[in-house]
């Protein structure tokens, strides 16, 4: 079992930047591809960003390309969303997620395929 805690939203201004956290427990983290996704209102939840369990694989959405960073420590057991240039449409809930297929070496998009989810932290950029 694996829980996820979120952190590090906020309101900013467009062109600022954040950097979102997701604290994880259970020692099969380490193990676990992760993912980022976001959900505006009105709207169905999004790939953002994945990484593989070793971090040898990101994936990210085209819209956050070249803006967003995903990256691990596994040894503090938490994931990252570094966000430059945050635009007003990135303004949404961001949500943290564990593929529950051990040392797997996919950065997955697929909402789907995500097995545990945190419980979110809101993102607002204002114009």
């Known amino acids: 079992q694996v829980q996820l805690v979120e952190s590090g939203g906020g309101l900013v201004q467009a062109g600022d930047s954040l950097r979102l956290s997701c604290a994880a427990s259970?020692?099969?983290?380490?193990?676990?591809?992760m993912g980022w996704f976001r959900q505006a209102p009105g709207k169905e939840r999004e790939f953002v960003a994945a990484?593989?369990?070793?971090?040898?694989?990101?994936r990210y959405a085209d819209s956050v390309k070249g803006r967003f960073t995903i990256s691990r420590d596994n040894a503090k057991m938490t994931v990252y969303l570094q966000m430059n240039s945050l635009k007003p449409e990135d303004t949404a809930v961001y949500y943290c997620?564990?593929?529950?297929?051990?040392?797997?070496?996919?950065?997955?998009?697929?909402?789907?395929?995500?097995?545990?989810w945190g419980q979110g932290t809101q993102v607002t950029v204002s114009p």
């Open positions: 259970g020692r099969a983290f380490r193990t676990y591809p």
């Open positions: 990484i593989s369990w070793g971090a040898a694989a990101t």
């Open positions: 997620a564990a593929e529950a297929t051990a040392y797997s070496g996919r950065a997955l998009s697929d909402v789907t395929q995500y097995d545990y």
